[in-house]
């Protein structure tokens, strides 16, 4: 199993500004991702943290607005850039140790874009 | 493109009652079909998970039922109980390439009454 540790757990943000979010794993794991949930809705997957290399994004995300740092196998940041209210939703890190398994959330950060 | 289509959005059920929510998939490589539950406030947990090779997987008071000609999968939960009360995700991912993402559902809030 991992513990996932999300900081902020949320923030009150002014637009224009930005915003990082830190996950960090009690043990190393291969994948990391990134979730965008809006209240009540689904989870919309922003991009997969490449230990060493680029994040891969999904469609409709960009590197610009979301970048992404992975240096290690138990740590990475999501950074919202330039922030609109649009941007306000919560958050979520997930990690999985190998493919076909189960996937761990962190709690989330909940953003608020005023 | 939604490759996993979960419904009903909303169920409300009586304690003791029975649960069923499901789920279909467009994608034949899909082969690891989980479910998620989670709490306001919180992030996803797994609750149960299947793969094709099975038509049904039981936990407790927790069963998928997997139809693999259909496309489609289900979660019954037993004698439902209010605190069973959360949203439930459906998910899907395949393991071909190094595409280890999960595509959720929309998700169903489930609501046990006493």
């Known amino acids: 199993s991992a513990v996932i540790s999300q900081k902020p757990s949320r923030d009150i943000c002014q637009r224009g500004t930005s915003l990082t979010i830190q996950c960090q794993v009690d043990?190393?794991?291969?994948?990391m991702f990134w979730y965008r949930q809006q209240p009540g809705q689904s989870l919309t997957l922003i991009a997969t943290a490449n230990q060493g290399s680029e994040a891969t994004y999904e469609s409709g995300f960009v590197i610009d607005k979301f970048p992404i740092s992975r240096p290690n196998l138990t740590f990475s940041t999501l950074t919202v850039s330039n922030m609109s209210p649009e941007d306000s939703s919560i958050y979520l890190c997930?990690?999985?140790?190998?493919?076909?398994?189960?996937?761990?959330f962190g709690q989330g950060t909940r953003l608020t874009v005023v | 493109q939604q490759q996993v289509k979960q419904s009903p959005q909303s169920l409300i059920v009586q304690k003791g009652g029975i649960s069923i929510i499901n789920c279909a998939y467009e994608n034949t490589a899909f082969d690891y079909f989980p479910w998620y539950q989670q709490f306001p406030g919180k992030g996803p947990a797994l609750l149960i998970a299947i793969r094709p090779d099975v038509s049904e997987k039981k936990e407790g008071r927790f069963t998928i039922s997997f139809n693999k000609s259909a496309k489609q999968f289900s979660l019954h939960i037993m004698d439902s109980q209010p605190g069973d009360s959360a949203t439930y995700f459906c998910a899907a991912s395949y393991s071909g390439g190094s595409n280890y993402k999960l595509t959720f559902g929309k998700g169903t809030l489930l609501t046990v009454n006493p």
């Open positions: 997930s990690v999985r140790f190998a493919v076909n398994t189960e996937a761990f």
């Open positions: 043990s190393q794991v291969t994948m």
